[in-house]
């Protein structure tokens, strides 16, 4: 079946240090996949996306590319902010049959300043 | 704000009682997922209905119902309820369709049961 497989967290940076989150998932065929934040005490955001082989989905300064070749959606920031810190979703979408989302098991951002 | 607006925001219950989640869809999309948010289980998919129609299962247990109503709105119906039902509730949204993928969540419901 689907699976994401996410980092463990929680993951202590300095305010402007580069962020890389690691997402791998197991899926037939070509998966949507996405990155989901809920900041505490919130329900999820949709932060990017991405529906094919070597897009770059981005927002926010947040970016992550689809990569087929090692199943992986990795999420990376340049330079994160305090306002970053909240739990990091990859979650991802099968092309055929279920369309429910698959999630990973989340990562915490605590972002020091 | 993603458009789509659970009732209530929290809820407090005990064991045994039955309780009702709301949830209304973005204006224009048809299908409704529902999601359970627990610290073992992480986010899991429980029911997806599309259109009023029950589209598909996750891990739902057989206490758990669902429906979508003529103006789209769903329901979660959860009975008998265990101290493992505590959890965070959400609904998601979808148009649904050819290069339609998104998912919109709404804020959730937050399920205590005592």
């Known amino acids: 079946g689907n699976s994401v497989t996410q980092m463990e967290g929680p993951v202590t940076l300095s305010e402007e240090a580069f962020l890389t989150i690691n997402c791998t998932y197991t899926?037939?065929?070509?998966?949507?996949l996405f990155w989901y934040v809920q900041y505490p005490g919130e329900g999820l955001q949709l932060l990017l996306k991405?529906?094919?082989?070597?897009d770059k989905g981005s927002n926010k300064g947040f970016e992550a590319t689809y990569r087929k070749e090692t199943t992986s959606f990795h999420l990376e920031k340049g330079s994160v902010q305090v306002s970053d810190s909240a739990v990091y979703f990859c979650a991802l979408r099968a092309p055929t049959g279920r369309r429910a989302l698959t999630f990973g098991s989340g990562t915490r951002l605590q972002v020091q300043p | 704000d993603s458009g789509v607006t659970q009732t209530p925001k929290h809820l407090i219950t005990a064991t045994g009682q039955r309780v009702t989640l709301r949830c209304s869809p973005r204006s224009g999309d048809l299908s409704v997922y529902w999601y359970q948010q627990s610290l073992d289980q992480g986010l899991q998919f429980l029911i997806q209905?599309?259109?009023?129609?029950?589209?598909a299962k996750g891990n739902i247990l057989e206490r758990f119902s669902a429906q979508q109503f003529p103006d789209l709105h769903s329901e979660l119906n959860l009975s008998s309820l265990e101290l493992g039902d505590s959890a965070l509730y959400f609904c998601?949204?979808?148009?649904?369709?050819?290069?339609?993928?998104?998912?919109?969540f709404g804020p959730g419901t937050r399920l205590t049961v005592l």
């Open positions: 998601a949204s979808s148009v649904e369709g050819a290069g339609a993928d998104t998912q919109y």
């Open positions: 209905y599309y259109n009023g129609e029950e589209r």
């Open positions: 991405a529906t094919k082989a070597d």
């Open positions: 899926a037939t065929g070509y998966p949507s």
